[in-house]
């Protein structure tokens, strides 16, 4: 039955609202009947929505397991579906937190225009789940049988979906209006079963006596009653929470109630699973004395085989995401929406272009391939003395091969209308990685080609005129996180370059290297990052090129175009060194929200000294000042690093200050 079809007296019948469609329900009967064999009552599991909150039910999980009690069938709605899904699939409460907590969550999911009824599209997350459980997937054929608890935009009713295929229902079940759009599944569009009650406790008791239901309520005091969004969450809030509290009372006396600890957290805290684990397990230990009557079937050899499986998989799927955050597409996806390609990203290998273009992008991916293109304006405001933004069109396609292997190649038009100045810019990077030393080691090495043509000499570009190039080999070496309680360095890196730059007439060469650290004390919120780079020239020529890229903040025109002008021999030293060095104060506790959309993490504020060495002098260019930077985050699943820094530039006596935003892969 299509969409189409559900019309008439079905979906007119205003005295049916109430009544729920269930699909499967015979099947999952029988289910249960097989798992207990009719000699004892079975034992049923509710987990609750409350979109982040829910990863506590994965502490409650691992705690009933470890008294031997595995459930014989769970009931859920909204994010306790996923976490419900996960778990009836075979996995255990630790495979789903390692899941979970191994990837960085943004690099899941997209941002694109309402034009299906949502803005974020989870194609990306969708993919991820199956590299662990595979593509081919139904829920009745789950280790455990579950119903997941939809509502239905077509007929106004509640569906009860314990059959068909996993990923459709593991999509509608996080369908939050607006946010994600509607799924369709046997002509319903889905949405998130939570809009209309969080704790769906009456069904759990329709299949048995021996109930246990796992909440994560809401119940911050310091949102602003009067903003209008925040009226309108606490509104829906209001519905759905008395209607599971009304559920809930009715079986008080008879039911095992989980009531997890976590309701002072906010929905976006995505970032915080282990500890929303942790607190899901501790409050499931306060019920040992309930717990203690319930049946312990303990966990089946089938279940104990089919979880040594996945977690191969599991480490298969997080070797092959960990080297480049990538996640294979199993079904084609189309994306249209508001993008910016940030050329201050973890991946960005251009140093002759130095912008972010924000338009309107198009997305294609399938498999390992992805192709974009994004039609706006360049923008470029790093520096005061150049701030500019022209139109740009940029297309940009990526393939990850043979596991350890990306290539992309990229195409820029820029044109700036007051000098009717066309600019082109074009790339290629290809590089290669791998782990060592029991994956504490990732070493990369790379080739890239940029070329920037600027036919008339526009002032966008920052120095750069008529036609440069630049040719780079890369051995790089980025060292795990070393952490310990007080203590953390994190972000270690070491690279050695070999480059070439040149205009097809003459071309120079140059080694460079590069190392980067941060020290994070986490008693106190402190950090210290250092960057430090060297660059010489092969020729003996002198004028070593600077780029935006080293990270000197500086207006001084001799310095940002010293070694662009490859017929110009100005600066006798063959070297240029730098030394980048911030001390900071960030906050793990400051995390303000915006109307409970937006959240803003991982914000600091930090002292910075650059100092750069490009003349045959022991005096160096100074620049001094303050950054801040701040992660906003998108219901905390979709984040944009944005940070904003000024100081006095000692090399030329002024101000210097701008701002960029950086894009996670």
């Given at each position: 039955?299509?969409?189409?079809?559900?019309?008439?007296?079905?979906?007119?019948?205003?005295?049916?609202?109430?009544?729920?469609?269930?699909?499967?329900?015979?099947?999952?009967?029988q289910r249960i009947l097989e798992r207990t064999k009719g000699e004892r009552s079975p034992v049923g599991l509710v987990l609750s929505g409350g979109s982040a909150r829910a990863f506590a039910h994965i502490g409650v999980l691992k705690y009933l397991e470890e008294q031997d009690i595995v459930v014989d069938f769970i009931i859920s709605n909204s994010m306790g579906s996923i976490v419900g899904l996960m778990y009836a699939a075979g996995l255990s409460p630790d495979?789903?937190?390692?899941?979970?907590?191994?990837?960085?969550?943004?690099?899941?999911?997209?941002?694109?225009?309402?034009?299906?009824?949502?803005?974020?599209?989870?194609?990306?997350?969708?993919?991820?789940?199956?590299?662990?459980?595979?593509?081919?997937?139904?829920?009745?054929?789950?280790?455990?049988?579950?119903?997941?608890?939809?509502?239905?935009?077509?007929?106004?009713?509640?569906?009860h979906i314990s059959e068909g295929d996993y990923y459709t229902v593991l999509r509608g079940s996080y369908a939050l209006p607006v946010y994600f759009p509607p799924v369709e599944y046997r002509g319903h569009l889905l949405l998130d079963g939570g809009v209309t009650n969080i704790v769906p406790v009456d069904l759990a008791y329709e299949y048995s006596d021996s109930v246990i239901v796992s909440t994560t309520f809401y119940d911050v005091d310091t949102l602003n009653?009067?903003?209008?969004?925040?009226?309108?969450?606490?509104?829906?809030?209001?519905?759905?929470?008395?209607?599971?509290?009304?559920?809930?009372?009715?079986?008080?006396?008879?039911?095992?109630?989980?009531?997890?600890?976590?309701?002072?957290?906010?929905?976006?805290?995505?970032?915080?699973?282990?500890?929303?684990?942790?607190?899901?397990?501790?409050?499931?230990?306060?019920?040992?004395?309930?717990?203690?009557?319930?049946?312990?079937?303990?966990?089946?050899?089938?279940?104990?085989?089919?979880?040594?499986?996945?977690?191969?998989?599991?480490?298969?799927?997080?070797?092959?995401?960990?080297?480049?955050?990538?996640?294979?597409?199993?079904?084609?996806?189309?994306?249209?929406?508001?993008?910016?390609?940030?050329?201050?990203?973890?991946?960005?290998?251009?140093?002759?272009?130095?912008?972010?273009?924000?338009?309107?992008?198009?997305?294609?991916?399938?498999?390992?391939?992805?192709?974009?293109?994004?039609?706006?304006?360049?923008?470029?405001?790093?520096?005061?003395?150049?701030?500019?933004?022209?139109?740009?069109?940029?297309?940009?396609?990526?393939?990850?091969?043979?596991?350890?292997?990306?290539?992309?190649?990229?195409?820029?038009?820029?044109?700036?209308?007051?000098?009717?100045?066309?600019?082109?810019?074009?790339?290629?990077?290809?590089?290669?990685?791998?782990?060592?030393?029991?994956?504490?080691?990732?070493?990369?090495?790379?080739?890239?080609?940029?070329?920037?043509?600027?036919?008339?000499?526009?002032?966008?570009?920052?120095?750069?005129?008529?036609?440069?190039?630049?040719?780079?080999?890369?051995?790089?070496?980025?060292?795990?996180?070393?952490?310990?309680?007080?203590?953390?360095?994190?972000?270690?890196?070491?690279?050695?370059?070999?480059?070439?730059?040149?205009?097809?007439?003459?071309?120079?060469?140059?080694?460079?290297?590069?190392?980067?650290?941060?020290?994070?004390?986490?008693?106190?919120?402190?950090?210290?990052?250092?960057?430090?780079?060297?660059?010489?020239?092969?020729?003996?020529?002198?004028?070593?090129?600077?780029?935006?890229?080293?990270?000197?903040?500086?207006?001084?025109?001799?310095i940002k175009a010293q070694g662009h002008n490859l017929s110009l021999s100005a600066n006798p030293a063959n070297h240029l060194v730098g030394l980048n060095f911030s001390l900071g104060y960030r906050p793990t506790s400051f995390r303000p929200t915006m109307a409970e959309l937006f959240i803003f993490q991982d914000s600091s504020l930090a002292i910075y000294s650059d100092l750069i060495w490009y003349r045959n002098s022991f005096m160096p260019a100074l620049s001094?000042?303050?950054?801040?930077?701040?992660?906003?985050?998108?219901?905390?699943?979709?984040?944009?690093?944005?940070?904003?820094?000024?100081?006095?530039?000692?090399?030329?006596?002024?101000?210097?200050?701008?701002?960029?935003?950086?894009?996670?892969?």
């Amino acid at each position: 039955m299509t969409v189409s079809n559900l019309t008439g007296k079905d979906a007119d019948d205003i005295l049916s609202a109430d009544l729920p469609i269930a699909y499967g329900d015979a099947q999952f009967r029988q289910r249960i009947l097989e798992r207990t064999k009719g000699e004892r009552s079975p034992v049923g599991l509710v987990l609750s929505g409350g979109s982040a909150r829910a990863f506590a039910h994965i502490g409650v999980l691992k705690y009933l397991e470890e008294q031997d009690i595995v459930v014989d069938f769970i009931i859920s709605n909204s994010m306790g579906s996923i976490v419900g899904l996960m778990y009836a699939a075979g996995l255990s409460p630790d495979q789903i937190l390692q899941s979970i907590t191994g990837v960085s969550i943004q690099s899941l999911f997209d941002t694109t225009l309402p034009l299906q009824g949502g803005f974020l599209d989870s194609s990306r997350f969708l993919a991820k789940v199956a590299s662990i459980l595979g593509p081919d997937l139904q829920l009745e054929n789950l280790p455990i049988p579950i119903i997941v608890i939809n509502e239905d935009l077509v007929t106004k009713r509640q569906i009860h979906i314990s059959e068909g295929d996993y990923y459709t229902v593991l999509r509608g079940s996080y369908a939050l209006p607006v946010y994600f759009p509607p799924v369709e599944y046997r002509g319903h569009l889905l949405l998130d079963g939570g809009v209309t009650n969080i704790v769906p406790v009456d069904l759990a008791y329709e299949y048995s006596d021996s109930v246990i239901v796992s909440t994560t309520f809401y119940d911050v005091d310091t949102l602003n009653l009067k903003n209008p969004l925040t009226v309108l969450n606490v509104s829906l809030d209001i519905g759905k929470r008395r209607r599971g509290v009304e559920e809930l009372k009715r079986s008080l006396d008879k039911v095992i109630w989980i009531r997890n600890d976590v309701e002072d957290v906010s929905f976006m805290e995505f970032s915080k699973a282990d500890y929303l684990s942790q607190k899901g397990y501790e409050s499931a230990k306060l019920q040992a004395e309930g717990l203690s009557e319930v049946y312990k079937s303990g966990i089946s050899a089938e279940l104990l085989e089919l979880r040594l499986q996945l977690q191969e998989k599991l480490q298969a799927s997080k070797e092959q995401y960990d080297l480049f955050r990538q996640v294979p597409v199993n079904i084609p996806s189309h994306l249209l929406g508001l993008g910016l390609d940030s050329d201050f990203s973890d991946f960005d290998t251009s140093a002759l272009k130095d912008d972010m273009t924000l338009g309107l992008k198009y997305i294609w991916k399938s498999g390992n391939l992805s192709l974009s293109a994004n039609a706006g304006y360049a923008l470029n405001f790093v520096t005061n003395d150049h701030f500019g933004a022209v139109p740009v069109v940029r297309t940009q396609v990526d393939y990850h091969l043979l596991k350890h292997v990306k290539a992309t190649g990229y195409a820029s038009l820029l044109f700036d209308v007051a000098k009717k100045a066309p600019i082109l810019s074009f790339g290629a990077v290809l590089e290669g990685r791998l782990f060592t030393l029991q994956n504490k080691l990732r070493l990369g090495l790379m080739q890239s080609f940029e070329q920037m043509s600027n036919y008339k000499n526009s002032s966008y570009t920052d120095s750069w005129n008529d036609t440069s190039y630049l040719y780079t080999v890369r051995l790089e070496g980025l060292l795990a996180d070393q952490k310990n309680q007080i203590w953390n360095f994190t972000d270690t890196s070491l690279a050695f370059s070999y480059q070439i730059l040149g205009d097809y007439s003459v071309n120079r060469s140059f080694l460079s290297a590069r190392a980067e650290s941060e020290l994070v004390q986490s008693r106190w919120d402190m950090f210290a990052s250092v960057e430090s780079y060297a660059r010489f020239a092969l020729d003996g020529n002198g004028d070593v090129p600077f780029f935006t890229s080293d990270g000197f903040r500086t207006t001084n025109t001799l310095i940002k175009a010293q070694g662009h002008n490859l017929s110009l021999s100005a600066n006798p030293a063959n070297h240029l060194v730098g030394l980048n060095f911030s001390l900071g104060y960030r906050p793990t506790s400051f995390r303000p929200t915006m109307a409970e959309l937006f959240i803003f993490q991982d914000s600091s504020l930090a002292i910075y000294s650059d100092l750069i060495w490009y003349r045959n002098s022991f005096m160096p260019a100074l620049s001094l000042g303050l950054e801040m930077q701040t992660d906003i985050s998108l219901l905390g699943i979709r984040t944009l690093p944005f940070t904003v820094y000024g100081g006095w530039d000692q090399s030329v006596n002024t101000f210097v200050w701008g701002f960029y935003f950086n894009v996670i892969f």
